[in-house]
Nanobody, 124 residues
Framework: QGTLVESGGGLVRPGGSVKLSCAASGIGISTGNIGWFRQAPGKDREFVAARRQNGATYYADSLKGRAAISRDNAKNTLYLQMNNLRPEDTAVYYC??????????????????WGKGTQLTGST
């Protein structure tokens, strides 16, 4: 199903911004479905955002107004911009893909192809 590689995480001060990358190989970033999830220690993997292959985007309530998906077709990379970061945003962020859209996109267990993740730490 191809390979996904996340990058762009790090230590970010409260109120700061970050732009995470999901670089895809063997997957068309524009024609496939891409989801972003995050997982903090001791917690379940949590939905962050997703882009449907028709261009529609979806965001978790906690990220609405603070997150935006964009893409670079030439680089076959999907980006997740996040602003006004909080300590609660600390997690490993993963991107995932699937060739067909699932109406339960907000469930981690419907996605089968995952990257290894990138650590984002929101300092206090």
């Amino acid at each position: 199903q191809g390979t996904l590689v996340e990058s762009g995480g790090g230590l970010v001060r409260p109120g700061g911004s970050v732009k995470l990358s999901c670089a895809a190989s063997g997957i068309g970033i524009s024609t496939g479905n891409i989801g972003w999830f995050r997982q903090a220690p001791g917690k379940d993997r949590e939905f962050v955002a997703a882009r449907r292959q028709n261009g529609a985007t979806y965001y978790a309530d906690s990220l609405k107004g603070r997150a935006a998906i964009s893409r670079d077709n030439a680089k076959n990379t999907l980006y997740l911009q996040m602003n006004n970061l909080r300590p609660e945003d600390t997690a490993v962020y993963y991107c995932a893909s699937r060739t067909n859209w699932n109406v339960q996109y907000y469930r981690a267990d419907v996605w089968s192809n995952w990257g290894k993740g990138t650590q984002l730490t929101g300092s206090t």
